[in-house]
Structures are given as C-alpha cells and as structure tokens.
C-alpha cells in the first residue's frame, strides 16, 4: 500500500515538475537524500530479518523442513520487494525524465506578462507594440502624478517629455504597421524612465488610486461623448441636405411657371376604386416619396392597378407634384394633396393642433433658454423635432377622413423601400382587427412598458405593460372597421388626456398602441424588417428576403449619417443621371 501510494504521489508530481524548474530541484534533493535511503534501509532491515531468523534459537523447536520452509520464504520475499524497488526506480527515472523535458519548454517569462515593462517581442502577437505604447503611456501619466506630488521633478520632466514622444510616434495608429522607424526607440527608452521611476515612486496603494480616478474620468468622458453624438445625430435628422433642398426648389419654380392645364394628373377616376390597392404616403421630402413610389412599383406584378395618395405640406406640394409629373410610375395611379386643404383638420376638432396653440406647449417647443452645450441639450432635442409638430405626421389617425370611399388602404413611411409586390397584404385576412402590422417586442424590449409611462393610473389600469409593441412604416388598415370602432375617437381621447405630456413623451407610435389597442393583426415579419437607420447587425439574408426595408432611426438614407452597407438598396432606385438631380449635386 505505502509504495502504491508513493506511486501515485509521485504521477502528481511529475506534472507539477513540468510547470517548475524550481520545484524540480527541489524533488531531486528529497527523491535522491530520503526515499531512495528509506527504501535501503527497508531492505536492509529484511535482510536482517532474514539473517538473525537463521540463528534465532526458536528454529531449534521447529522440524527441519519448516526451517528450510521459512528460509526459502524469507529469500523470496525478500527478492521480490527487490525486484519492485527497481521496478519503481525505472519509473521514477522515466517520469523524471519526462518533467525536465517539459520543463524546458515553459517560458518562464511569461510568468510576468501583466507587467507594464514585458519584454513583448519574446511572445510576439499582433499589434503588440501599439499596446505596448498604450500601456507604457497610462503609467507614465500615473508616474508624473506620483513624481510631482512628491518634489521629483526631474523625474517628473523627463517622463512628461517621453510621453510626448510616444504620443507624436503613436499618433492614430491602431495597428503595428502604421507605427514609423522610430517607435522601437520611443518604447525603450520609456521602458528605461518608466523602471527608474518604479525604483523610486512605486506605491501599490497610490497607483491603485490613480488608476481608479483615471478609469471614472475616462468613463465620465465617454457618457458625454455618447451625450454629445446623441445631439448631433439627431441634428443631423433634422436638417435637409442641400442637395435636396436645391430639388425642391427647382422643381417649386418649375411647377408654377406651368399652366394649370399641364398640373393635371392622368386616370383620376381610380382615385377612389375600392377595387385597386391603394397607398397613403405622407411626406415633404421628394426623394425619399419618389424611392418608395419607384420601388413599389418595379416590383409590382399589376402597376396599372396601384394607386398612390400622396399627401404633403404647402412648401414642398409645387415640387411634389412637378416630380411626378415628369417621372410618372408607369400605368400607375398618383395624386398629391397638400394638408393645408384639408379645412376640416382645424384646432377645434384636432387636439394636437388646439395643443400647439397653448402658451405651456409654444414654452416647450420653443422656449429661448435653449441649452448652451451639447450635452445638456441632447435629451431635450429629441422632443423637439419638427416631425412630431408636424400634422403630416398625425394624419394617419385621419385616414378614413382623407379616404371616405376606400376600404382598405396601406400606409407606408417615406424611409421605407419595397422589395416585392404587395398586393398579398390586401388577400391577408385581420381577424375583425383595424390594423395589420409587423410586431418588434423581443423577450424584454419594445413592450409597452418602453412607450407609455406605467406609473400614471390612466396607463397602468388600461393595458398591460408586457404587451407586444409594433411598428409603423408599413400597415394595413381596414378603414371600414375602423369607422365601426371609432378609432379616430379613441385618438382624440388619449391625446386630450397628454396635453401635459404625462402619458407619453412624443411621436405617434405611443398614441398608436393606445388606440389600436387589442385591434392589432400581427403580420409575417418578414412583410417589414426594421432597423436601417440604427442598427447595423442586421443579417444580410433578412434584408434579402424582407418585402419592405425601414430605415427607421437618425441614420436615413439620403443623410450622410447613413449606414454605408445598407444604403444601396436605397440609392438603386435613384436615377442619378436625372437633370435635377445631376443638376442639384446629389450624388451615391
């Protein structure tokens, strides 16, 4: 038992030699200056045995041939524990062997690879320099803390001028490749002020500290460069570009120098056909309307039974129209509206338009006290996009108001793009619900909880806070159901009770949930794939399959914000080579 469990002990160690050069040493002494004389001495001790049993005088009681029994036991066991010692020496010999070989191949510096001075060209990985250089910089800004607050300001000087250079040799380098001849340098000789001022500052507790301060501060800096990116994107939103700015206007001048004869649209008589398939598109940018008109109708199966209601603003109506007065969508239907016409759309029966005219609603939209930095102003943009003021923006809560004659009709946003006929969408049955849409809650996000706010009773006793969001973009709505429900009601309730804004904070989609509220179809999401413009881990093969793409979010298509990878299924429905468009500069 004693040498198999010797055995054992000595397997394990054999591993632990393969890890320590020291250890090894060490194991040599005890194996060569203890167990070898204890297995000595063992035998030594049998073979007393054997030679005082050989004149013990209790033999002489004993037969001759029970003498002669014990003295040819004795020499047998005695020759077998001989022969598993050296059965054991043999072993021992080989996992020795074994240890020292593997102990050869351990890098023993690798021991110390935390270390701010590793020797990093013994372990070469790539970039390993440009880390190098990083690393050396973060202890040398701790060092000059450390170095003046204790009066060593020779030391202090000379690492404040090392870092420097490395900073200079550094520069925007992200890769070793970009790093010029002379960083070798400029890590050695910050290797070299870097070990004098360990020698002579090095404080466990004090590094710590700094460390500690420099990571909040570098925390604290990343929040407000995330703050003040928030606000500049979201700028960004809001602006129009020049060039289609230059479009608009071009087109305006162009539409009022025609006669009236000449602004006429054809095949008006479809306008209210319930029998086609009808689209309400609500925008003021001409692009991005001619984009979603262009590419429903390319992939369209029966162009000549589409119909396309555009409703616009007063300053972009004589460019809306003119566009497609010169870029008809082939045997399609069009008509563009301007909102300001729609007499029936005043104060009185709206509340979003009696809201505007409150003094308490004119202070929060355009009170003066504008924030003067970046970062304060970030969150407080957002609620002030001109979109959300816009009534082309609430008009789709209006929808059997503009169309009376209409059954069914689909709205689409302007930053969408269609990928394939639509027509399947009108053959989907809703189930006796008003509107059919794509729903975007996961396991933990976009329910209603992220919408609505869940502490006011109004919210908390009416709908359930794990409810499924859905977007809007592209929806099917049954407008006969919808006047059997009186949804436009049910909108008009829930906007007069957020006149202080405590329900929701902005847009249309909150007031959406609210109102369709249980009258919502979920429709394959593979109708409606969402997230162009912020998210940039969409598959490939989503975009691919989906019938309509959103650029939903900061990052639209037209903008130069825009996703680079997700752009062109936009731009191909862009004639670029058109005299305005060429004209006014808008380029891929």
């Given amino acids: 038992m004693a040498i198999r469990a010797g055995r054992s002990a000595l397997v394990a160690l054999a591993f632990l030699l393969a890890a320590s050069p020291c250890l090894q040493a060490r194991v040599d002494q005890l194996y060569h200056g203890r167990q070898v004389s204890d297995w000595s001495?063992?035998?030594?001790?049998?073979?007393?045995?054997?030679?005082?049993?050989?004149?013990?005088?209790?033999?002489?009681?004993?037969?001759?041939?029970?003498?002669?029994?014990?003295?040819l036991r004795a020499r047998t066991g005695v020759r077998k524990k001989m022969e598993v010692?050296?059965?054991?020496?043999?072993?021992?010999?080989?996992?020795?062997?074994?240890?020292?070989?593997?102990?050869?191949?351990?890098?023993?510096?690798?021991?110390?690879?935390?270390?701010?001075?590793?020797?990093?060209?013994?372990?070469?990985?790539?970039?390993?320099?440009?880390?190098?250089?990083?690393?050396?910089?973060?202890?040398?800004?701790?060092?000059?803390?450390?170095?003046?607050?204790?009066?060593?300001?020779?030391?202090?000087?000379?690492?404040?001028?090392?870092?420097?250079?490395?900073?200079?040799?550094?520069?925007?380098?992200?890769?070793?490749?970009?790093?010029?001849?002379?960083?070798?340098?400029?890590?050695?000789?910050m290797g070299q002020v870097?070990?004098?001022?360990?020698?002579?500052?090095?404080?466990?507790?004090?590094?710590?500290?700094?460390?500690?301060?420099?990571?909040?501060?570098?925390?604290?800096?990343?929040r407000s460069l995330k703050k003040q990116?928030?606000?500049?994107?979201?700028?960004?939103?809001?602006?129009?570009?020049?060039?289609?700015?230059?479009?608009?206007?071009?087109?305006?001048?162009?539409?009022?120098?025609?006669?009236?004869?000449?602004?006429?649209?054809?095949?008006?008589?479809?306008?209210?056909?319930?029998?086609?398939?009808?689209?309400?598109?609500?925008?003021?940018?001409?692009?991005?309307?001619?984009?979603?008109?262009?590419?429903?109708?390319?992939?369209?199966?029966?162009?000549e039974k589409h119909v396309f209601h555009l409703v616009t603003d007063k300053l972009n109506?004589?460019?809306?129209?003119?566009?497609?007065?010169?870029?008809?969508?082939?045997?399609?239907t069009i008509h563009v509206e301007n909102v300001d016409d729609f007499k029936w759309l005043n104060s009185s029966y709206?509340?979003?338009?009696?809201?505007?005219?409150?003094?308490?609603?004119?202070?929060?939209?355009?009170?003066?006290?504008?924030?003067?930095?970046?970062?304060?102003?970030?969150s407080n943009l957002k609620y002030r996009n001109p979109k959300y003021l816009s009534m082309l923006n609430h008009l789709r809560f209006y929808l059997p108001q503009v169309y009376p004659k209409l059954n069914k009709i689909l709205f689409l946003d302007d930053d969408i793009v269609v990928q394939r006929d639509l027509t399947g969408l009108w053959e989907v049955d809703l189930n006796g619900n008003v509107n059919g849409a794509v729903e975007t809650c996961g396991e933990s996000f976009h329910r209603f909880d992220k919408y609505l706010n869940f502490s006011n009773p109004n919210i908390s006793q009416n709908f359930d806070p794990n409810a499924c969001g859905w977007a809007y973009g592209m929806n099917m709505f049954d407008l006969e159901e919808w006047k059997r429900k009186?949804?436009?009601?049910?909108?008009?309730?829930?906007?007069?009770?957020?006149?202080?804004?405590?329900?929701?904070?902005?847009?249309?989609?909150?007031?959406?949930?609210?109102?369709?509220?249980?009258?919502?179809?979920?429709?394959?999401?593979?109708?409606?794939?969402?997230?162009?413009?912020?998210?940039?881990?969409?598959?490939?093969?989503?975009?691919?399959?989906?019938?309509?793409i959103h650029y939903n979010g900061n990052m639209k298509p037209w903008l130069e914000i825009a996703m680079t990878k997700y752009r062109p299924y936009w731009t191909k429905y862009i004639n670029y080579e058109h005299p305005y468009i060429h004209g006014c500069k808008i380029s891929q």
């Fill in 41 to 71: 001495r063992q035998l030594n001790f049998e073979l007393q045995n054997l030679s005082s049993s050989q004149n013990d005088g209790r033999h002489l009681l004993a037969s001759p041939q029970e003498i002669a029994h014990r003295k």
């Fill in 85 to 189: 010692v050296q059965q054991d020496d043999e072993a021992l010999v080989k996992l020795e062997n074994t240890g020292i070989e593997r102990s050869k191949a351990v890098d023993s510096a690798v021991l110390g690879k935390y270390s701010i001075w590793r020797r990093e060209n013994e372990n070469e990985k790539a970039d390993s320099r440009v880390r190098q250089m990083r690393d050396q910089m973060i202890m040398a800004r701790i060092y000059s803390v450390l170095a003046k607050s204790r009066d060593k300001l020779d030391l202090y000087q000379e690492l404040l001028a090392r870092l420097k250079e490395s900073q200079r040799s550094l520069g925007e380098a992200t890769a070793d490749a970009e790093l010029p001849k002379s960083a070798l340098e400029r890590i050695k000789a």
């Fill in 194 to 222: 870097l070990s004098k001022a360990r020698d002579l500052l090095y404080d466990c507790k004090a590094i710590t500290e700094r460390l500690r301060a420099m990571l909040l501060s570098a925390d604290e800096q990343v």
């Fill in 229 to 303: 990116s928030t606000f500049l994107s979201q700028l960004a939103a809001k602006t129009i570009p020049n060039g289609i700015h230059c479009l608009s206007m071009r087109l305006t001048i162009d539409y009022y120098l025609l006669s009236p004869e000449k602004r006429k649209f054809p095949n008006s008589e479809n306008l209210e056909n319930p029998d086609l398939y009808h689209y309400a598109l609500f925008s003021d940018n001409v692009l991005a309307a001619s984009v979603v008109v262009n590419s429903t109708i390319m992939n369209a199966k029966e162009p």
């Fill in 317 to 332: 109506f004589g460019a809306m129209n003119m566009w497609f007065l010169l870029n008809p969508p082939g045997d399609a």
């Fill in 350 to 378: 709206c509340p979003v338009l009696k809201q505007l005219e409150s003094a308490a609603m004119k202070e929060y939209y355009f009170k003066a006290d504008r924030p003067k930095t970046l970062t304060a102003g970030s």
């Fill in 486 to 548: 009186d949804i436009t009601g049910i909108y008009h309730k829930w906007q007069n009770m957020n006149e202080n804004r405590l329900l929701w904070k902005l847009g249309t989609l909150p007031p959406g949930l609210l109102t369709f509220y249980k009258l919502t179809h979920p429709l394959d999401k593979s109708w409606h794939v969402l997230g162009l413009g912020y998210n940039p881990t969409i598959e490939r093969s989503e975009i691919d399959n989906a019938a309509v």
